[in-house]
């Protein structure tokens, strides 16, 4: 009985879910078919807000350029982590006590580790 009790729980969310997956759906085959179908030179002609286009579009970007943003990313991550830890210091350190400044310091020593690993590995170097 105990079973079918936790069955019954999960039913609320497996209609949402399909509903949700429904809805997707539907509307991405309602924008394919009703959607208008014009293509020309001027549609698939790149659009620079309004400066005339020059050359290709699909140039190669350095893979350097996506490295630095990806790392950009991750470590702007790992700082709002450390935002609110170091705004409320003290109140901090009187809650959560040794053990929070400790799991600081371990969080704060895996950052340098990623940090230093990425200089060594000339990550940020431009050529």
């Not at 078919?33 to 020059?54: M, Q, T």
């Not at 140039?59 to 982590?81: C, G, H, Q, R, W």
Request: charged share 15%; proline share 3%; net charge neutral.
């Amino acid at each position: 009985m105990k079973e079918q009790s936790l069955v019954s729980d999960y039913i609320p969310i497996l209609i949402q879910l399909c509903v949700a997956i429904g809805f997707v759906v539907a509307t991405m085959l309602a924008t394919h078919l009703i959607g208008p179908k014009r293509k020309g030179a001027n549609k698939l002609e790149s659009f620079e807000c309004g400066i005339e286009s020059e050359g290709n579009a699909r140039l190669p970007f350095s893979v350097k350029y996506f490295l630095t943003a990806i790392l950009f990313v991750l470590f702007d991550v790992e700082v709002i982590f450390m935002y609110p830890w170091a705004v409320n210091y003290k109140t901090f350190l009187h809650e959560m006590g040794m053990q929070g400044f400790f799991s600081m310091v371990i969080f704060l020593s895996l950052f340098l580790v990623g940090f230093y690993y990425i200089v060594r590995k000339g990550a940020l170097k431009w050529e």
